[in-house]
């Protein structure tokens, strides 16, 4: 079982930036792919970036690619997003996940409200 707790969204003006954080719960974080994703107000759920278990591969939704950027700390058991250059569009919770396997994410966080003022 891996729980997973995200922070540090909140409002920012857009050309800002913010960096979430994800801690999990478990002895075996080193060995999961990581992964964010962000549902705005009436629309599904997208992914956004995701980090295999080493932290060597990277990879993003075409919309946020150049601005965000996913990163892990294997050691403290948590991945961040750098989220520059933010827009309104970029409004939405933000959720990170987990999985053994890549694009297959098992476990969830409750998420963390990220809003972009014009």
């Known amino acids: 079982q891996v729980q997973l707790v995200e922070s540090g969204g909140g409002l920012v003006q857009a050309g800002g930036s913010l960096r979430l954080s994800c801690a999990a719960s478990?002895?075996?974080?080193?060995?999961?792919?990581m992964g964010w994703f962000r549902q705005a107000p009436g629309k599904e759920r997208e992914f956004v970036a995701a980090i295999s278990w080493s932290g060597g591969s990277q990879s993003y939704a075409d919309s946020v690619k150049g601005r965000f950027t996913i990163s892990r700390d294997n050691a403290k058991n948590t991945v961040y997003l750098q989220m520059n250059s933010l827009k309104p569009e970029d409004t939405a919770v933000y959720y990170c996940?987990?999985?053994?396997?890549?694009?297959?994410?098992?476990?969830w966080g409750q998420g963390t409200q990220v809003t972009v003022s014009s």
């Open positions: 478990g002895r075996n974080f080193r060995r999961y792919f």
């Open positions: 996940a987990s999985g053994a396997v890549a694009g297959s994410y098992d476990y």
